[in-house]
């Protein structure tokens, strides 16, 4: 059973990972696709799941809340480890270094909040095509 809830703390650890990287590769993505005419960076659905993204993260760190997924993993590490936190496997310990560093409450508000108004300044630069509107 320890294998078991190990392999789902890792699944929950990628899926939080791809989370980030949507977010933050999203916006590059929408930038570069300005300048070189990338279309779907235009898309609405794309622009709104990526603003809601974003928001969702903003909201937690105004609240002060710990993100589901961080909440899901560690419980799902304690109960692989009989109360240890990381026994490290290749995926968790990799995964964790790029995503999880320490700093204060207010810096990583400041940078969540910073990257929300570079959201909502696309918006306004690389504007989204509304649903049903065709390409001229």
Known sequence: MTRFYSSLADAVLVVHFAYVAFVVVGLLMIWVG?????????NFWFRLAHLCCMGV?????????????TTWEM???????????YQGSFIQ?????????????????????????LLLLSLWIVKPR??????S
């Open 93 to 117: 310990h990799w995964v964790h270094r790029v995503l999880f560093y320490s700093a204060s409450e207010g810096v990583f508000l400041a940078i969540y909040g910073s990257f929300f108004v």
């Open 34 to 42: 300005y300048f070189l005419r990338w279309s779907f960076v235009r």
């Open 75 to 85: 419980k799902l590490r304690l109960l692989a480890s009989s109360g240890q936190y």
């Open 57 to 69: 993260v903003v909201m937690e760190s105004v609240f002060g809340m710990t993100c589901p997924l």
């Open 130 to 135: 509304w649903p049903g509107h065709r390409k």
